[in-house]
């Protein structure tokens, strides 16, 4: 019952340039806008206050990890 080949042939798709997500600056801004104050921080020891403190440079160094993430296809280095 599983020893069947598969009939469906897929055709190759073209690589596509850009964000495989399309993560935005602003969509990082509203998503820490979002988030509740005074939660506990995660697995990266960083709570949320301290990066909505940080105001327009905390959203950009946000997307900037969110962005070498996409690139590299794995976790940064904190």
Not at 32 to 40: E, F, I, Q, W, Y
């Amino acid at each position: 019952m599983l020893n069947k080949t598969n009939e469906y042939q897929l055709e190759e798709e073209d690589k596509v340039e850009g964000s495989i997500w399309g993560v935005t600056e602003l969509m990082v801004e509203q998503a820490l806008k979002s988030m509740k104050v005074g939660k506990a921080q995660g697995l990266s020891g960083v709570a949320s206050n301290l990066i909505k403190v940080a105001g327009a440079n905390g959203v950009k160094g946000l997307f900037q990890i969110c962005e070498s993430i996409e690139q590299e296809c794995k976790d940064p280095e904190l």
